[in-house]
């Protein structure tokens, strides 16, 4: 089996969870917090899909899995003990063209999870191919050690200094040179001694311009914008 890394877009996008215990509540919860769609398929609900079902976080479809379940999901996960069960969703899932994972059973997955250091915007995943979810988590413990809080920040002036340099500046080189030399900046150093002055002056020494950090959103520097101004 061959898998490579995918971050998907999920927002909006119909999921469907098979199973109501704990297994499938850890794949409902990190689908929810995404922004999917999503629809549970069990009997009974453990009290933390209960609490999401009546908080209108997700619909409940109280009964076992039936034939023809799948229609109209992009993403499926089987999280039900029952190898049959298993056998029959994977089936109906691959004749559907949908994406499956049958937990614990790893030739019934054209998809499989990673396991995922997160900081904000930023996310680390590990995989061993379904080989060993153990060593996975292992390393991912190590790599969230490596994420520091001040990183999450400059994550998001990152992304708004991009899409200020979207409107600024028409060549996409240009853009692209500027954002790797903030990149590899000491600005993450700069946010970590908590001195926003010298971010804000860091940022600007990149970019080349006097920056409005309130059209920003951002509270690095409280200075005025001049068009055109130099560094």
């Known amino acids: 089996m061959g898998f490579i890394p995918l971050f998907i877009e999920m927002e909006g996008r119909r999921c469907l969870v098979i199973g109501g215990g704990a297994v499938a509540w850890r794949k409902c919860e990190s689908l929810l917090s995404a922004g999917a769609c999503l629809t549970v398929i069990s009997p009974s609900l453990v009290p933390a899909l209960r609490q999401a079902r009546d908080t209108g976080r997700l619909s409940h479809v109280e009964r076992c899995y039936q034939p023809g379940d799948l229609s109209g999901y992009s993403l499926i996960y089987c999280a039900v003990n029952d190898p049959e069960l298993g056998r029959r969703i994977y089936a109906e899932a691959r004749g559907r063209g949908a994406l499956v994972n049958v937990a614990d059973q790893l030739e019934r997955c054209t998809f499989i999870v990673p396991a995922v250091a997160r900081r904000g915007r930023v996310q680390v995943a590990v995989s061993t191919a379904g080989a060993s979810p153990a060593v996975a988590a292992r390393l991912r413990t190590r790599l969230a050690a490596q994420l520091s809080p001040q990183l999450e920040v400059m994550v998001e002036i990152m992304a708004a200094v991009r899409d200020w340099l979207k409107r600024h500046e028409p060549r996409a080189e240009v853009r692209a040179r500027k954002l790797a030399a903030l990149a590899d900046s000491d600005l993450e150093a700069a946010l970590a001694r908590g001195d926003t002055p010298a971010a804000a002056d860091i940022v600007e ?27």
């Open 205 to 231: 020494r990149c970019l080349g311009a006097v920056l409005p950090w309130a059209e920003l959103g951002l509270a690095l520097a409280a200075r005025p914008y001049t068009p055109g101004a130099g560094p």
